[in-house]
């Protein structure tokens, strides 16, 4: 399948540098005529076509990067485009969001539209991704596209030039329930998240696992989503039923804010009655009363190995997937000994 040429090619073939050929094409007045021609000319010998749009927001899709999120509203996904972005920026380069709303529909469209305004690569997080089985309508967009130009992708794509850089949610997890378990809790309900997205139930197979390894027979698992109302109705449920628990992992900081309230209106206080933890380690877990204890990637972290593979993937540099992201884990006011 041909290639989709870029300006990195364009600067190979010309033996000049990306910001000057960047620069060439977007009329620049500090290029010199001679170049500008040599630029031009190699662009439509090898049929370049300037992306018209992306000059006229100051800019050029030889040095865009594009990113695909299921919803950029999400304080876990919004962090992570803006560390991303602020590396990209560092490095030259302009990340596009493209936010997909969680449509299999927009995902596949955005790669087809990214490719014909000259994308120099795009990363994917999550999404159709993270189902149990990628779409095979996603599955084939991204091998094609990957043929083309750099992929980087949250989850393996098998049988694709795709990277894979992927947050490890059992180390997530088995950080968590170490944790409560060290604060002596034997009953540790799980709430919130579906049973068709693979990383929620690579989450619930690690719990299981490790209650199992702890001699710790009863699990409590609350299947919904991740928003506040999941986590609300999910310890409203547990309460209602009489289910003893001493601490509840949810599933996102988001899902945890409707755990709080429940507990509150029943008369429980986080931290003091019931010990809280979450997934995602975002601003929400700083701002709850009282602090929440949460537990996510290394963003500044996971931002430049993302930004970095991919630049190094643009430059034919030699690249590997990585599976050994930092995790950090923030202990706040939110769990009690018990």
Known sequence: MEKNITIVDIAKKTGLSVATVSRALNGHPSVKEETRKKVEDTAEKFGYQVNYLARSLGTSSGNMIGMLIPDIRTPFYGRIFSVCEQRALKRGYVLALCNSFNSLKLETHFYKQLLA??????????????????????????????????????????????????????????????????????????????????????????????????????????????????????????????????????????????????????????????????????????????????VSTDYEILGEMIVDTMIDMIEKKETKDIYDVPLMFSVRRSCERV
């Open 117 to 294: 305004q000259h994308a120099c690569g795009i990363v994917q997080i999550g999404g159709s991704l993270d189902r149990q089985m990628i779409p095979p309508q996603l599955y084939s967009q991204i091998k094609s596209t990957a043929e083309k130009i750099p992929v980087i992708t949250s989850v393996p794509v098998k049988n694709t030039d795709c990277r894979c850089i992927y947050v490890d949610n059992t180390r997530s997890m088995r950080t968590l329930l170490e944790y409560l378990i060290g604060l002596g809790h034997r009953r540790i309900a799980f709430v919130g998240g579906r049973s068709d997205v693979w990383s929620t139930m690579e989450k619930r197979r690690t719990y299981s696992e490790v209650l199992k390894e702890r001699g710790i027979a009863h699990e409590i698992i609350c299947e919904g989503s991740y928003g506040k109302e999941d986590g609300y109705f999910a310890v409203k449920s547990l309460l209602r039923r009489g289910e003893d628990f001493t601490a509840v992992i949810a599933i996102t900081d988001t899902c945890a804010m409707g755990v709080i309230q429940a507990l509150s209106e029943n008369g429980l206080q986080c931290g003091k009655d019931i010990s809280v933890v979450s997934f995602d380690n975002t601003y929400i877990a700083e701002m709850l009363e009282p602090e929440l204890t949460s």
